[in-house]
């Protein structure tokens, strides 16, 4: 299936939530990024019984793109027949994304359609101090508001005590067989190249990383942003690479990372737990929580934790398998998109006797 310039939708599939269609409003699905991962695995995985429809605003295209791709979804918000649209499901990350959204959820209280969102953004006390008024606008327009962390959870009910927030992590598909660690010294890195998700860090802790173990590997696999990776022994730069591939890439390494200073709960983490691969991440938002024993926590921006926690994961490859199999675990239990239907229950079941 193809995508339009305007969004597209979903091939019709029925779903068992509180309506009989959702539709989802967010970044165009067919982009790279975790909002857009999240709504590909929304679309792969639609519960029996309910039809979902996408509805595009954003682009990574540019902002004249994603102007036109707004203004096409308040047409379509605005003019669509209630009963085709359902609810709508918001899906909100940051700053101009809170502001599409605000409106879009005031299009939908006028119209009298019920509306949800999720709260894809991490660490949201400088945003919500910076557009405040969009903040409180969509809490007060959504009927029910997931949030991917409890401290969003906490930061949203803080905001508007009155709003009906709850967690709602994502979640992501997990193989039925486990394929084992090629045991190569091969480290993934994937997300932005950029200060908020450590790369700075990362590269800074590499050289130490060599002089444990100088055949070791690192790929850098995500588009370019503000940090320029120095030229170092043993470092690859793949630049964006389209999902399905960093899931391929999560196969074909040991441990992966991901240093950054801010984070909700993110796809690549999840991803690389449900491969069995241990995980080296920083101890921000619920990402300590979430690894538990399936990788090592570190401090965010710490050098030297950073370079330790690799070094012994590639110094024990059986240390690191059994690590790799807990986190696998982990997420079977808890984080499995074969439960997004229960997601999808929970936060909708308030919006089911407002759908004509």
């Not at 470092?235 to 890439?249: C, D, F, I, S, T």
């Not at 926590?297 to 240390?319: E, F, I, R, W």
């Amino acid at each position: 299936m193809t995508e339009a310039a305007s969004g597209g939708e979903a091939a019709d599939a029925p779903v068992p939530c509180a309506t009989s269609v959702i539709t989802h409003v967010g970044p165009r699905r067919s982009e790279i990024g975790g909002m857009q991962t999240v709504l590909r695995d929304y679309e792969a995985n639609v519960p029996d019984g309910t039809r979902f429809r996408f509805i595009a605003t954003y682009t990574t295209r540019g902002r004249a793109c994603s102007g036109l791709l707004f203004a096409l979804a308040l047409l379509r918000v605005g003019f669509t027949p209630r009963k085709a649209l359902g609810s709508v499901h918001l899906h909100v990350a940051k700053h101009g994304s809170v502001w599409r959204k605000a409106t879009i959820a005031g299009i939908c209280r006028r119209r009298a359609i019920p509306v949800a969102a999720t709260v894809h953004a991490s660490q949201l006390e400088d945003d919500v101090c910076r557009h405040r008024s969009a903040w409180k606008r969509l809490l007060a327009r959504c009927e029910a508001i997931g949030a991917l962390s409890h401290k969003a959870v906490k930061d949203l009910s803080t905001l508007d005590p009155t709003a009906r927030v709850e967690h709602v992590p994502n979640r992501v598909p997990v193989a039925p067989t486990l394929v084992p660690a090629p045991n190569t010294k091969r480290v993934l890195f994937a997300g932005a190249v950029c200060r908020r998700k450590g790369v700075d860090v990362l590269m800074e802790a590499w050289p130490t990383v060599l002089e444990h173990h100088a055949d070791a590997e690192l790929l850098l696999a995500g588009p370019a942003a503000d940090v320029t990776p120095p030229r170092l022994p043993g470092v690859r730069v793949l630049g964006a690479v389209p999902p399905q591939h960093v899931r391929a890439l999560i196969r074909d390494v040991d441990v992966a990372v991901l240093p950054s200073r801010s984070e909700g709960l993110p796809v690549f983490v999840l991803e690389a737990m449900a491969a069995g691969r241990p995980v080296v991440a920083t101890d921000i938002g619920d990402l300590a929580e979430l690894i538990g024993d399936g990788g090592r926590v570190v401090p965010p921006g710490c050098v030297t934790s950073l370079a330790s926690a690799l070094s012994a994961l590639l110094a024990d490859p059986v240390s690191a398998a059994d690590r790799g199999e807990l986190g696998r675990r982990r997420v079977v239990q808890r984080y499995d998109v074969v439960n997004l239907d229960v997601d999808l229950r929970r936060l909708h079941r308030r919006l089911a006797r407002q759908v004509a």
